[in-house]
């Protein structure tokens, strides 16, 4: 397999980033086609690869049709490729960082800027990815809620009591930074769950605009399905470790990311874990590659003295390639 991304000499103390679902909008990646011949490639071999104009959707929408699981997850992924193509025509070859991650479904896009897998595949399964927790969500409707001012602990015990009472399911999905947890589950459970957050002195409990339970056992149809793909598709190590969801811990083999993929769906994303080890293994710069600042955001409530970089559009390209060269 041969990776479409260059790498020149390290680049130092940096991590390279890439946004999960929630961070699409309307127009992302456009202006980065019209201004770069690469960009444009992406999008055009990504139309190819699904058979759809998943181009026309990241550029022009509706929302709505942006938004539906089964378009975000693909539109996300070839988005932060193309900011990340953009950033290679620039500089001729990419520097190349101490660690990659990526948020939930951005672990896939990660995986692909490190040369891990192949563009056009990691593409289907991200895909694939949304199809199946899409239909997943439909037969075994969810919630997921923003919980904030509690700390990961106090929340997972909160989580396990109300499920055990309610037979039913309810945990972290995501650990985001201090502070910013969110759960996920069966609608009973994940409302007694929020009851008793608020009367454990949760600043807010804020249920999300979503249907899908993800990062919960409610998800495993999904990732039952899933594996099987993910077991027929080529995987390499990295040229650098990419940072597990799951783990929290840099993964440097093959068997290590089916692991991590196959765990994924399930299984909670600990980005405060996964952020410090980083930090910890000497990252000093944090790189958002794609759309939103979701985690540069993150970053900052994590380790405040990070620098935190952001490149989606063309002049964000040519700023962090003028900080690089």
């Not at 942006?66 to 988005?79: E, F, K």
């Not at 939930?104 to 192949?118: K, R, W």
């Amino acid at each position: 397999m041969t990776s479409r991304f260059l790498y020149g000499n390290d680049a130092g103390p940096m991590l390279f980033l890439f946004p999960g679902q929630g961070s699409q909008h309307v127009g992302m990646a456009k202006e980065l086609a019209e201004t770069y011949t690469s960009a444009r490639s992406v999008m055009a071999e990504a139309d190819e690869v699904l058979g759809m104009s998943i181009s026309d959707i990241c550029f022009e929408g509706p929302e709505a049709l942006l938004t539906d699981t089964i378009n975000a997850q693909p539109a996300l992924y070839v988005s932060s490729l193309a900011a990340l193509s953009a950033l290679q025509e620039e500089l001729g070859e990419l520097p190349r960082p101490l660690f990659f991650a990526g948020h939930s479904m951005g672990e896939y896009t990660a995986l692909a800027a490190a040369g891990s897998i192949d563009f056009a595949d990691g593409l289907r399964l991200v895909r694939e990815r949304g199809r199946l927790m899409k239909e997943a969500g439909e037969r075994h409707p969810g919630r997921m809620v923003a919980v904030l001012g509690l700390n990961e602990e106090q929340v997972s015990e909160i989580c396990a009591e109300a499920a055990a009472e309610n037979g039913g399911v309810a945990q972290v999905a995501n650990d985001n930074c201090p502070g910013q947890i969110v759960i996920s589950g069966d609608e009973e459970s994940i409302s007694a769950t929020m009851s008793r957050l608020e009367s454990a002195g949760a600043r807010r409990v804020v249920p999300l605009a979503v249907s899908i339970a993800a990062h919960c056992p409610l998800m495993e149809p999904a990732a039952a399905r899933l594996r099987s793909r993910i077991e027929a598709t080529e995987v390499n190590a990295p040229i650098s470790p990419v940072i597990g969801n799951t783990s929290g811990r840099p993964l440097d083999s093959a068997a290590a990311i089916r692991q991590e993929l196959n765990a994924q769906l399930t299984g909670s994303v600990r980005w405060t874990e996964s952020m410090k080890h980083a930090v910890e293994g000497g990252v000093q710069t944090a790189v958002e590659i794609g759309p939103g600042s979701v985690l540069t955001g993150l970053i900052r409530r994590i380790q405040r003295k990070a620098k935190r970089v952001n490149v989606s559009s063309p002049a964000e390209v040519r700023a962090f390639a003028d900080q690089v060269k």
